[in-house]
């Protein structure tokens, strides 16, 4: 896997028209070349790409990227780039943060022909559900977390369209950091190398570790 950073400069953020989600997935996904075919792409197989926008300030910006191959250096901006060693996820306990889209699924509804189907799947936007929703969830990537140390952080509502004049997007997104500790190491490798949760392809799901 490799790790890079990709560092933007406000005249850099303004020459690439980044002004939403979708604009910034634009500019990280173009800096790797399309492996998927259109086949892996509507069965919803993985990029191989997950990426976290660290935001910035007046002088510039920063996009953290995880990576399954190289990418190509860019015209804009500068890229740093370094492989994680197999050791690194060796450890039992991490500092973590991630942003997550946190959503629930509603409980079986039925059609007007009175067949049962799944419900909506819906947005969390109160601290305690995403807290629990999170811890919850945990297990499944292969980690439990520590309820004394988890904070969520900003929780925000991001919308844009893939295409002019189509559909508004709307993604829920939510910061959390805490310690987690693996439980099951195949898993939590899994989660690290293909994100966890919705939203992987517009920022959300990359875990930033740190060993403990």
């Known amino acids: 896997m490799i ?13 690439l028209k980044i002004t939403d989600a979708y604009s910034l997935n634009r500019v990280v996904y173009d800096l790797f070349d399309d492996i998927r075919s ?10 191989g790409i997950l990426y976290a926008d660290k935001g910035g300030d007046f002088n510039g910006r920063k ?18 780039i370094k492989k994680i060693t197999d050791s690194f996820l060796d450890y039992q306990q991490y500092r973590f943060e991630v942003v997550v889209n946190p959503t629930k699924r509603n409980k079986l509804e039925r059609n007007e022909t009175g067949k049962k189907v799944s419900g909506k799947i819906i ?72 994100g ?7 920022g959300c799901g990359l875990l930033q570790i740190v060993p403990l």
């Not at 790790?3 to 020459?15: C, E, I, Q």
């Not at 996009?63 to 740093?80: A, F, K, V, Y």
């Not at 966890?196 to 517009?202: D, E, P, Q, Y």
């Open 63 to 80: 996009i953290l990227i995880l990576s399954n191959r190289q990418p190509t250096i860019p015209d804009h901006g500068e890229l740093l």
């Open 3 to 15: 790790a890079s950073a990709l560092h933007l400069s406000r005249s850099d953020v303004k020459v």
């Open 196 to 202: 966890i949760g919705r939203g992987r392809a517009f």
């Open 123 to 194: 947005a969390l936007r109160k601290r305690e559900e995403i807290a629990d929703w999170f811890i919850n969830k945990a297990p499944q990537w292969g980690f439990e977390v520590s309820p004394e140390h988890l904070e969520i952080g900003t929780v925000s509502v991001k919308q844009f369209e893939k295409k002019k004049e189509g559909p508004t997007i709307t993604q829920g997104q939510a910061i959390v950091q805490g310690r987690l500790m693996v439980i099951d190491k195949t898993k939590f490798v899994q989660s690290f190398q293909q």
């Open 38 to 47: 259109d086949e892996d792409k509507q069965k919803s197989i993985s990029s």
